[in-house]
């Protein structure tokens, strides 16, 4: 079975510019959720998607923003882009939690590496 | 905002040593997880906490969640070369809207030397 997929690996982009970054969830996984992760630290909850809508984001300003697709994929644009938006964005999937239930395991992708110059 | 605060932050050990990191918050999380990451990789999963005062084995790793449900700690017996790589805890609030949510720490960078 396939795993969550990310593209583009490595980017490289300069100040100013915009940027998407896109993900594949694992087959049957609905929920699909950004971080942001800076100098190999921890990592930072961007946004979640769950069946084609935002459900939560974020403490990020208004330039990140994404969407879901109707097959689940999901992608995490960036505009205006500045020297601090150099990091790995990560993208993980996961089944719907149950109601009441414990936190399910999220499947996270290799990172697509952004480098503003 | 829940914050989850790891120590230490980096930690270099010889190969057959034992260690123990650390993650304390001031909020109460409903569950906790640890992931491990190695270079290059997205992190994995290797846990999932759910009772105040849990403990889980994993071979050569122990976690415990806290009896108030505010911390946790992985206890590494023998550490391998293999042990190597970022481990980072995370935290899910108890919320119907919250899906699986997680607040993650700042991340325990572990080298384990042959």
């Known amino acids: 079975e396939a795993g969550v997929t990310q593209s583009p690996t490595h980017l490289i982009k300069t100040r100013g510019q915009q940027v998407t970054l896109r993900c594949s969830p694992i087959?049957?996984?609905?929920?699909v959720y950004w971080y942001q992760q800076a100098l190999g630290l921890g990592l930072q909850f961007l946004l979640w998607?769950?069946?084609?809508?935002?459900?939560n984001r974020g403490n990020f300003p208004p330039r990140f923003s994404g969407r879901q697709f109707p097959n689940y994929s999901s992608e995490l644009n960036v505009n205006a882009l500045e020297l601090e938006d150099s990091a790995l964005y990560l993208c993980?999937?996961?089944?719907?939690?149950?109601?009441?239930?414990?936190?399910?395991?999220?499947?996270f992708g290799e990172g697509s590496r952004l480098t503003v110059l | 905002t829940q914050l989850l605060e790891q120590s230490p932050q980096f930690l270099s050990i010889q190969e057959g040593e034992n260690l123990t990191v650390y993650c304390n918050s001031s909020?109460?999380?409903?569950?906790l997880q640890w992931y491990r990451q190695e270079p290059g990789e997205g992190p994995v999963l290797l846990v999932t906490?759910?009772?105040?005062?849990e403990v889980k084995k994993l071979k050569r790793l122990t976690f415990q969640f806290g009896d108030a449900r505010k911390d946790s700690s992985l206890h590494i017996t023998a550490a391998q070369p293999g042990d190597t790589g970022l481990y980072l805890c995370?935290?899910?609030?108890?919320?119907?809207?919250?899906?699986?949510?997680?607040?993650f720490g700042g991340g325990t960078r572990l080298m384990v030397k042959p």
């Open positions: 995370a935290g899910a609030r108890r919320s119907r809207d919250a899906g699986n949510m997680l607040t």
């Open positions: 087959s049957g996984h609905t929920s």
């Open positions: 906490v759910v009772t105040g005062g």
């Open positions: 998607y769950d069946e084609g809508e935002e459900r």
């Open positions: 909020s109460v999380f409903s569950s």
């Open positions: 993980a999937s996961s089944l719907r939690r149950l109601a009441g239930g414990p936190v399910r395991e999220l499947f």
